[in-house]
C-alpha cells in the first residue's frame, strides 16, 4: 500500500510540471492553429530568464515568476506581431508556420549558446532539497510548490478563459474566427494576446523547470515533445483536458516502472499517443473545448 | 600582344606559379600538419572547448621545445581544428574534408563517444592514422579497427576500480556480506558500461555482492521518484549509479529529499564537480565516491602530470579538470610516435603506436594501447570520493593516493 501511495503521489506531482508544460502550446493550437515549434525554445529562455535573475539579482525563483510570465509574454507578442501574423491562416499556412518557428527555436538556443555556453546551469536556493512530510511520505518543497502553481495557473486559466469577456473572445475565436469578426471582435489583437498567454505559460513552464533540474541550451526539446502527447491526448485546445491528459500520462509513466525497465517508461507516452491517435483522434475529451 | 609575346607571358606566368608551389611545398615540409574536429559548439561546446585547451598547449609546449623530430630534421606542429557543432553528421564529414580536401598528415580524435563512434568508421575507410582522448564506450575498439587508438579507458574499468575500493572495505569488515546493491544505469553506451563492469564484479565475488536492483533510466529524465522508490523498498546497502552531471543533479536531489542514505553512494564519474556541490549543497554531495580517468590531485605522485599541471595552471590561471589533460595527453602520444618513427609513413607511426609504453601522467604513469582490447588504453581509474571539507582527494589505487576514504557513510544515521 506505501509503495501504491508513493506511486500515486510522484504521479500526480509529476502531473503538475507536465501540464504546466503543456498549458501555453494547447492554447496557442487550439486559438491559432498553429503548432508552436518554438514551445521548447521558450520553456529554455524561461529558464535562463529566472536563473539570471536568481544569480545576478538573488531573486528567489518563485517570486521571478512575474517577471519571467512578462517577459515571455511580451517575447510572444513580438512573435506574433513581427512574424506569424504575416503567414497565411488555416492549413495554407501550417507547413510555413512549423518551419518559422522552427527556426525561431533554432535561434533562440544559439543565440543562448552564444551567451551562456553550454554549460549546465541550476538554480539552487535554500530549500532546493527540503522536504514535507505528507501521506506517510518525503515530498519535496520543490514538487509541491510546482504542483500548486500548476493547479493554480488552471484555475486563472480556466476563469479567465470563461468568466471574463476577452476569455470568452478568445473561445469565440477559436469556434469560428470569421463570425467574431462580424460581430465585432478584433480578431487580430485576440490572436496575438493569445499567442502572448500561450508564450508566458512556457516561460513559467521553463522557469518552474529550472528550479527542479539543471537545463542548458538544448533544454526544452524533450518538454515540447511531451507536450505535444499531452495536447493531443486531451484534445486540442482543451485546456481542461490538458490538464487530465497530463494527469493520466504521469500515471502511466510511473506506474509502468511495475511491469517494464524504468528506460521504457519515458516511451509509453507515445504509445498511448499513438493509440489515441488511431482510436479517438480528437483526443480522450473531444476538442475545441477551451476552458 | 603579338603570338611570341603572349607564350613568353604565360610561361613566365607559370613558371612563377611552378616556383610559388614549389615554395609552399617545401614550407609544408617543414611541418606536419595534425587536423582534428571538436564539438566547440553544440550540447558539448563546454567539453570541447577544454579539449582544445588541452590541444593547444600540447603543440605550443611542443613548438616551444623546437617541434617534433622527424629523422634528423625538426619540424614544427600545426594544428588544423575545425568545430564539429557536436553532431555525429557534421563530425564525418570534417574528418573526411580533413583527410581528402586539407591532406592533414594525422588525425586527433574529438569528444564524445558518439562523435568518436562517427568518425572512427571514416578513418578506417581512408587509413587515417587517428588518436582520440575522447571516446570511452570499448564498441568503438571492438570492431577491429587498425587505425583507430583510444587514451580513454573504458566504463567498464572504472566501475571495477570503483568495486575493489568497496571490496577493500567490505573485507575490512566496514561493509555487510554480502552487500546488496542498487544498480542504476543511464541508457546508453557508458551505463551499459558501467554496469557490466559492477555486475561482472559481483559475479566474481562469489556471493560478495547482490544486485538486486538492476534498472536503467533515460537521459535527461525529469523524474526518478518511482525509480527511486523502487531502490527504497529494496532496502540495499551499496546505491551505484551511472549518470551525467544533469541526471546526477536531479537524481541526488530527489535522492536527498526521499530522505535516502546508503552505506556507499556514487554516480560512476560523476561526483566531485564544483557545479554540483553548488547545485545541491555540499552537505549533499559528502561521501560521494566516484572515479575519473584522471585528477590535478596525481601531481602530488607523478612528476609528468605535476609538470602538465604547473604549466597549465601558469598559462590560464586554474587547474585542469581530466578533460584538458586528455587532449594534451592524446596530442603527446602521437608526436612521441611520429619521433620514435622518424617519419610521417602512417603505417610506420602505427607500429610505434602499437608497440607504445609512454611514462605518461595518466594513473599507473604509463600509456599503453594494448591489442587484445582494440588499442584501447586500459589505464587505471583514481577513485576519489568527497569529504566534508569540500576536497576530493583520490583514494584509491594505493600508489596514487592522496587521502583515506570513508565508509560506510558517516552521515547515514545521524
Redo the contacts between chains.
Sequence with gaps: MQ?FT??VV?AV??AG?YATMAYGLGLIYGVLRVVNLNHGGIIMAGAYVGWLLHEKFGIDPYLSIPAVVAVSFVLGIAIYRGLVRHLPRGPAGAVQSLLLLFGVWLVLR?AA?LLF????Q?I?TEY????VAAFGL?????RVAVFGIAVLTLVVLHLFLTRTFTGKAIRAVAQNADSCTLVGVDVERIYSLTFGIGTALAGLAGLLGAS?????P?YGS?DLL?SFVIVVLGGLGSVMGTAAAALILALVE??A?LAL???L??AVGFVLLVLVLVLRPGGLFGHRVLG | MTPTTRILTAAALSLGAATLRIGAAQAAQNTIKIGATLPLTGAEARIGGFYKEGYEYAFEQQNKEGGVKVGDKTMKVELQLLDDTSTQSTAQSLADRLINSDKVNFLLGTYATNLVEAQSAIVEQNQMLYVNGGGAASAIYKRGYKWVFGLLAPVELLADSMMKWIDEQQKAGKLPKPAKIALLWENTSHGKDFRKGVSEFAKKSGGGYEVVVDESFELNGKDFSALLGKVKAANVDLFLSDSHLPDYITMQRQYVTSGMCHKILSYGARGSEKQAAEALGRKNVEYILSAVWWSPLLGQKNEIAKEFVAGFKAKHGREPEWYQAMGFETARALFTAIEQAGTLDKAKVREKLVVMKLPSLLPGGELTFPAEFGQQSHAPFVVQQNQPDGSAPIIAPADAATGKGVAPNPNCGK
Excluded at chain 1, 555556453?117 to 549546465?120: A, E, L, S
Excluded at chain 1, 532546493?128 to 522536504?131: I, L, M
Excluded at chain 1, 518525503?138 to 520543490?142: D, E, F, G, K, Q
Aim: hydrophobic residues 35%.
Design positions: 509503495r508513493e506511486l510522484a506531482l509529476l510540471l544559439n549558446y555556453t553550454g554549460n549546465d541550476t539552487r532546493s532539497t527540503r522536504s518525503a515530498l519535496s518543497v520543490n527542479l533540474f539543471s537545463f542548458n538544448s524533450g511531451k510511473v506506474f516502472i525497465p524504468s528506460y517508461t519515458g
